[in-house]
Structures are given as structure tokens and as C-alpha cells.
């Protein structure tokens, strides 16, 4: 507890009048200090009081919409301050602490106020941190005032939440066709040209945009010049299906099998925004498909898909519980089904984080994959790509889903992370793992021979290029050779590409 | 990271803003026609001209200035207290002034019941030490004691605060290994958000 310039003066009073009594030969100087004495006091001891109750009952609740997330983009962090009616004669600050490797943010945006007599308040703001790594964020700093502004009290206290920051791209990431890298940096035999038609919204006109592109209407309605900006939609309708069963976890625990799968599914979104191509998504757990999103060519949209490709992890194995696990597909299922109809603002509530949360939304027999390939077929019958990654684990299972998807006369490409690389990562080198490499490989190389369709590996460079050297005699080609350009129809994965391409 | 600063905190509790009309407008109010009535009546001229320009100060500053301009002031009408009319004067006086005094925002019941009765007691206390020992002891007695039972408050409340903290510190640190993890979603908030339900259960 620390006294304000308040309590000071009053202490000053008493002091002046209790000298004064002295000097001037009378008790009502003294009286007159007994008097104040009695009201610091007395306002110190309700401020103890106070103090302790707001200490006991009030809680802050750090949600950051996201914890894993790349380098150098924003995560929304939402603070929450609660407290009961009881509880509320003081006034509070609470103030969270961002990561000293964090860009600033000023602390008014960081802050949550409650006056005396309020008992909820928030804020959300921005986090970008620009290095890899996990960061926990410090305790939020209590500030306690009490109602008559005497005597204040501060505390570090309230939950952790540790984020994840991730390279843009896994390091070692490779992506090619039998141990050749692929150049993936936007290969496209058509460019969007022009400025577009599709609306995507308005903004106050600047000196250096061209008068034609006023938009005259919304100037003559909101008195100031005003441009409608435009986006070219090409009509290359692209989907990416994601497998993130619990077999993609295989690998070591910082990156994993999945992490490359992801960062491929990133490179696809960030090069169908760079072309301007309508990009869908669905994704596949154990049990369903847990995400379902129509193409879409909007900034925002895009944004969406990354933001859901980012927070996917591979789906748990056990079945979940009788009570609420958001991080498992069925149980955030269950509570979303649970919620739909619920009247309640808190139910709603509810059911916008189950919402938010990676669930089934339609549930699959012992083939998801496939299954994601003909509600694709169903949902989006205009899609001339279809992109999926996977792994090799059951091969049936993807040749019949690469099969079903060129039934609908698109193209293919499959993205495919070998699982001999991860099981053996920084493993003995021995015949098997270069068999089953092998193995692999021919797999592979019976995909990329279909119509329409192109296979590709994903693995560690550097673990597919020891593999692939000890095979070398086998496969009857140098396990490295110079990146080779795609065919120009190529659903380009840029994964150095993506850390650019901020929400 | 920049260390919060307490001016937001000031401009909730906003002490200092006097042009207001709550229910310790009315203590106010009540507090300074008390005063003016006493002035009156005490008859004097003097006391009349003290009563008004309490009346006054207490418009225009904070209720603790007023309180402490008036008991330098009273010296000029109650020169001691031995007589029944020198400590009627300064009761009548006194009522007014302890009203204005908790009239302080927010006006609670609690702390005005407090500081009345803290006063009257501390009062009687060093009226006892100053015909022991004395004014200057008195008065000596009445600063020494507020520091001391002030020092006694802020240890006290330091302690019984950082009891809670701890007491969120060890339910962070005990993940409850044993609890079937399809149970944890309340407990999830509970060990994220202090020890609100810790010491409910």
C-alpha cells in the first residue's frame, strides 16, 4: 500500500496543527489533528479493506486468439477484468505486459480501467513479434486505488498464456519432385491484369490515386472523395485439403511431420492471394473434416484461411472426455451443436469460441481423406485444382482420394511428407530406412505419372538428401540436382513467401 | 516495459472534482450550514466572520483544508478548553467540521462512523497525555501515534495481500496431475484467472 500526495497533505495537516498547539498555547490545534487523524485512519482502514477484497475476487483473463503464430505477424491478445459487485469501491488498472522481444505498443492500449462501481471491462490489441520462439507473457500489472484517491496498492498477478512464434518457413523445408527442389515462387502461365471489377472496399481518395477512379456516388453521399478499390477475381478456383490427423505428429516434438504440411498449405494460400485466385479450404482430423471454408478472393478472406491453417494441430488420438476440451474436433463439435440454439448471451458467447475452434463439421467413415475429396467435388464443382497434403501412410487411402479427385476433370497436386524421414530423423542410415524410402518414392512416382496430376514430396532437405545419397544407386539419378522450374499451371507453395503475407 | 502510471487511476476516483451533485454534496452542504449556524450563534462578531468564511473556504476547497483552516482559526475564539463555554463553542464548531470532513468522496456511512469515532477517541487520549505531560508531549503523542498505527495498516495490508498472491502462486504451480482432464475446463480458468474460486473452495 503507498500513500498519494493526498494522504501526504493530510499528514502535513496534522503535523502543522499538532506544532501549532504548542506554539500557540491552545488544545484546539491539537483537536483539530486528533480530527484528521481520525479520518486518514479510518480511510486506511476501509482502503485495507477494500484492498483485500479486490485482491481475492477480482480475476483477469489473457486470451490471445491464437498461440502459435510466424514471425513478425500480429496475434490479438483480449484481456478481460472481472470482479463482483462486491468488490467494486475501488478504482483498477490493469495493464499487460507484451514481450520485451515484442514491437511496442503503447501502454493505453494495453491498459483495462475499472471505475469504482464498474465490475467488467476489456481491451484487445495487437502482439507482433518479429524473432522465433515461445514467449510467456508477465503476469498483468495490478494497480488499486481506493474510492477516495489516499492510499493505492499495485500486484502482478493473472494467467501466462505462452506464445508460440514460428519461422516463416520451416528451415529445411523441401519441396520437389524425386530429390529435386521445385521452383515454386509463383510459377503461373496467366497473370491477372487490369484493376479489377469485384468491389473490395472503399477509401478516402489521395492525392496520388487517379481521378477516374473516384467512385462518384459514395463521394456525393459522404461529401469527400471517396475510391472504390476493386480486386481481380481470376476464375482458377483453387482448393486446399489439409490432413491434420494425429498420424501428421509424428517427427521431432518442435517440427514435427505437420509443420511442413503446414507450411506448404501457407506457401499455397500466400501464392493464390498473390495471383488473385479464389481459394477454399478443408481440412481433416481423425474422425470428419474439421474445416470447411468456400473459396474466397478477399484480403480478409485469405487472411481467414491463414489464420485457420495456422492454428490447426494434428487431432488427438484419445476420444474426448464428458466435459469441454476446445482443443479436441469432437468435443468443440459437441459444444457448438450444444449451442446453436441457445438463447443466452453467454451461450452465444460460448458459441462463438466453439465456432472458432478447429471442430468436425461433417463426420467421416475409415477414409476422411476421401471423404474430403467428394465434399470438395460436391461444395465447390467449379474448382480446377485440387491441392492436397498428406502423408504416405495410407497410400490406398490417398490414391483413391487423388483417383476421386480427377473425376471432376481438374487437376491434382499432392503434396506428400514421407514418413520413413520422420520416424528415423537423425536415425541410423541403414538399409531398411533407404528401402522404405524407395518404397516411397515409387509411390510417389506412380501418382506423378497420372493425367492431371502432380506428386510431390515435402521432407527436411537435409535429411532427405542423406536418405536419397545412400539410395543413390538404387534411384539411378544424383540426389541433388538443380531446381527444376514447374509446369506453368503449378499451384505455386512459396513457404519463404508467406511470413510476408501478413493478416 | 514502462511502469503503469497512477493518473488514470486519479481520473476515475477524481477526488479534486468539486462541482458535482451526489450524496456528499449534501454532507457537504449539511456540514457547512452547520458551521455558519454555529458562528452565529456562538454571537460574537468574530465568530460569525469565521463561521462565514468557512462557509466559504469549504465552497471552494477540499473538505481536509477547510477542516484544518478552521481549527487554526477557532484559536482566535476558544482560547482554551477549560471553561463550559469554550467547549461548547468548539463542539459546535467541531459537529460541522467532522461533517464536512467526511464528506470526502465517496461519503461511505463506515468510514464516517470510523473517523467520528477515531477522532472522539484519540481526542480523549491525548487530552489524557497533555494534562500528564503536557501540550508539547500532547501533541507530539497525536503525530507519533498516526505514524504508528498507519505503519502497523500498511504492513498489515501488504501481508494479507501477498497471502492471496501466494495462494494463486500455488494453485498455478499444482497442475493437479491426477484430475480426469475431461473436468478441467472450469479448472482451466480457475488456475488461469487467481484465486477468486481457489478460496471459495
Not at chain 1, 448471451?345 to 467428394?374: D, N
Not at chain 1, 528401402?435 to 509411390?443: K, N
Request: one cysteine or more.
Amino acid at each position: 500500500m503507498d500513500p498519494t500526495r493526498q494522504t501526504w497533505t493530510a499528514a502535513a495537516i496534522v503535523v502543522t496543527l499538532a506544532g501549532l498547539t504548542p506554539l500557540t498555547g491552545s488544545l484546539v490545534p491539537v483537536v483539530g489533528a486528533t480530527t484528521v487523524s481520525g479520518w486518514l485512519l479510518a480511510v486506511q482502514i476501509a482502503a485495507v479493506r477494500s484492498f483485500r477484497s479486490t485482491a481475492a475476487t477480482a480475476t483477469v483473463q489473457v486470451d490471445p486468439d491464437a498461440t502459435r503464430m510466424e514471425a513478425g505477424t500480429a496475434v490479438s491478445i483480449t484481456a478481460t477484468v472481472e470482479r463482483p459487485d462486491t468488490a467494486a469501491e475501488t478504482a483498477v488498472t490493469v495493464t499487460v505486459p507484451t514481450p520485451p522481444v515484442a514491437e511496442p505498443i503503447p501502454e493505453t492500449e494495453r491498459r483495462i480501467e475499472l471505475a469504482p462501481s464498474e465490475t467488467q471491462a476489456s481491451t484487445t490489441f495487437d502482439v507482433r513479434v518479429p524473432v522465433a520462439g515461445r514467449f510467456r507473457l508477465s503476469k498483468p500489472i495490478w494497480l488499486v486505488m481506493d474510492p477516495t484517491g489516499s492510499v493505492t496498492e499495485s500486484y502482478s498477478r493473472g494467467s501466462t498464456p505462452e506464445l508460440h512464434v514460428v519461422e516463416a518457413a520451416a528451415r529445411e523445408l523441401h519441396v520437389g519432385r524425386g530429390g529435386r527442389e521445385t521452383w515454386l515462387f509463383g510459377e503461373r502461365a496467366e497473370r491477372p491484369s487490369g484493376t479489377g471489377i469485384v468491389p473490395e472496399r472503399l477509401r478516402p481518395y489521395e492525392q496520388t490515386d487517379p481521378a477516374n477512379r473516384i467512385d462518384w456516388k459514395t463521394t456525393a453521399r459522404l461529401g469527400e472523395p471517396y475510391l472504390r478499390e476493386t480486386n481481380t477475381q481470376s476464375g482458377r478456383v483453387l482448393r486446399v485439403l489439409v490432413d491434420h490427423r494425429a498420424k501428421m505428429r509424428l517427427g521431432p516434438a518442435d517440427e514435427p511431420m505437420f509443420e511442413y504440411a503446414r507450411d506448404v498449405a501457407l506457401g499455397v494460400a500466400a501464392t493464390a492471394q498473390q495471383s488473385g485466385d479464389p481459394l477454399g479450404l478443408i481440412t481433416v482430423g481423425n474422425d470428419g473434416l474439421t474445416n470447411t471454408v468456400d473459396p474466397t478472393y478477399r484480403s480478409t478472406g485469405y487472411a481467414e484461411l491463414r489464420r485457420r491453417i495456422r492454428a490447426l494441430e494434428p487431432t488427438p488420438t484419445e476420444q474426448p472426455g464428458p466435459g469441454v476440451e476446445l482443443d479436441h474436433p469432437e468435443s468443440a463439435r459437441r459444444l457448438r451443436f450444444d449451442l446453436e440454439a441457445s438463447d443466452h448471451e453467454f451461450g452465444r458467447v460460448l458459441h462463438e469460441f466453439a465456432t472458432a475452434s478447429a471442430a468436425y463439421v461433417s463426420a467421416a467413415g475409415t477414409q476422411p481423406l476421401v471423404r474430403a475429396v467428394q465434399y470438395h467435388h460436391t461444395a465447390t464443382p467449379s474448382a480446377r485444382s485440387t491441392v492436397i497434403v498428406t502423408d504416405d501412410t495410407d497410400r490406398d487411402e490417398t490414391w483413391k482420394a487423388v483417383r476421386t479427385a480427377l473425376q471432376s476433370g481438374a487437376s491434382v497436386f499432392v503434396f506428400l511428407t514421407p514418413r520413413v524421414l520422420f520416424e528415423s530423423e537423425q536415425g541410423p542410415h541403414t538399409e531398411q530406412v533407404s528401402e522404405r524410402y524407395l518404397q516411397f518414392e515409387r509411390y510417389r512416382r506412380r501418382l506423378d505419372r497420372l493425367d492431371s496430376v502432380r506428386a510431390l514430396e515435402v521432407a527436411p532437405a537435409r535429411r532427405l538428401a542423406e536418405v536419397r545419397s545412400t539410395a543413390e544407386d538404387e534411384l539411378g539419378e544424383p540426389s541433388r540436382a538443380r531446381p527444376e522450374p514447374t509446369n506453368g499451371s503449378m499451384p505455386a507453395t512459396a513457404p519463404a513467401s508467406n511470413g510476408g503475407s501478413n493478416d | 516495459m514502462t511502469e503503469p502510471t497512477l493518473q488514470p487511476l486519479f481520473e476515475q476516483v477524481s477526488p479534486a472534482r468539486k462541482w458535482r451533485v451526489d450524496g456528499s454534496s449534501f454532507v457537504r452542504l449539511g456540514g457547512l450550514c452547520w458551521i455558519g449556524a454555529a458562528g452565529w450563534i456562538i454571537g460574537s462578531e468574530l465568530s460569525l466572520a469565521i463561521g462565514i468564511g468557512l462557509v466559504v473556504l469549504g465552497l471552494v476547497t477540499r473538505p481536509v483544508g477547510t477542516v484544518a483552516v478552521g481549527h487554526a482559526a477557532l484559536v482566535a475564539i476558544v482560547p482554551d478548553l477549560f471553561t463550559p463555554s469554550s467547549l461548547v463553542s468548539l463542539g459546535l464548531f467541531e459537529g460541522g467540521l467532522l461533517m464536512l470532513l467526511v464528506s470526502e468522496r465517496p461519503t461511505r456511512p463506515v468510514v464516517a462512523l470510523l473517523a467520528g469515532s477515531g477522532a472522539v477517541a484519540l481526542a480523549a487520549t491525548a487530552g489524557v497525555v497533555v494534562v500528564e505531560f503536557g501540550l508539547f508531549a500532547g501533541s507530539a503523542f497525536v503525530v507519533v501515534l498516526l505514524a504508528a498505527v498507519s505503519a502497523l495498516l500498511y504492513r498489515y495490508e501488504r501481508l494479507s495481500v501477498e497471502q492471496i498472491l501466494e495462494r494463486d502462486r500455488e494453485a498455478d504451480s499444482d497442475p493437479q496431475p491426477n484430475v480426469d482432464r475431461a473436468t478441467t475446463a472450469s479448472e482451466h480458468r480457475r488456475e488461469t484467472t487467481g484465486p477468486q474460486e481457489t478460496t471459495q473452495s
